[in-house]
């Protein structure tokens, strides 16, 4: 009885020395002041077969805060950090502290050209499938839109790109074709 007393007690006293609303977001801006790019376009047959590879996502019954919710959820899977070398065996005595090496590219200039070329679609559709597998199950849509727009809504702040995609994903149903490939 005397454990169970004292558990309550210190409950009690760490809940009232923890600060109330730490972890409190920023009230959301109202959806009419977020600026979006115009997704239409006037050539529809480009749209459509570009649609697996510029779209964005669109959910009927979402709110804006909820579509905010789940954007800024599947978004921090985005995250691609540089690859860590780690070595076979570590001593005790040795540090921990070791620089990473990095070796020669062992396909040469020509490699590197090749690389450099094909990283950046590697890269889109990388992140469309993750961001397609984590928003399709949350019951989103996607719609297909220009190439210039899907660059306003996947590059620069991460925050404002987050509050752009939400208010397309709780807006109004898109004119174009949904992708179903």
């Not at 040469?108 to 984590?134: D, Q, S, T, W």
Request: hydrophobic share 40%.
């Amino acid at each position: 009885m005397r454990k169970l007393l004292f558990c309550i007690l210190m409950t009690s006293a760490v809940a009232n020395l923890w600060p109330q609303g730490a972890y409190a977001r920023d009230p959301l801006p109202d959806p009419a002041t977020i600026e979006i790019p115009d997704v239409s376009s006037a050539d529809a047959k480009k749209l459509e077969k570009q649609g697996h590879k510029f779209f964005y996502f669109y959910n009927p019954t979402v709110s804006f805060s909820e579509a905010h919710e789940d954007l800024t959820d599947c978004r921090r899977h985005l995250e691609v950090g540089a690859a860590v070398l780690l070595p076979g065996y570590i001593p005790w005595v040795e540090s921990v502290d070791r620089e990473i090496e990095y070796g020669p590219n062992p396909y040469g200039l020509v490699g590197a050209i090749i690389g450099a070329i094909i990283a950046g679609p590697l890269e889109r559709g990388a992140r469309n499938n993750k961001m397609r597998m984590c928003m399709g199950p949350r019951g989103y849509l996607r719609y297909p839109l220009p190439e210039e727009a899907w660059k306003t809504l996947n590059e620069g702040d991460e925050e404002t790109l987050i509050l752009m995609q939400a208010k397309l994903a709780s807006g109004s149903k898109p004119l174009a074709q949904e992708v179903t490939e």
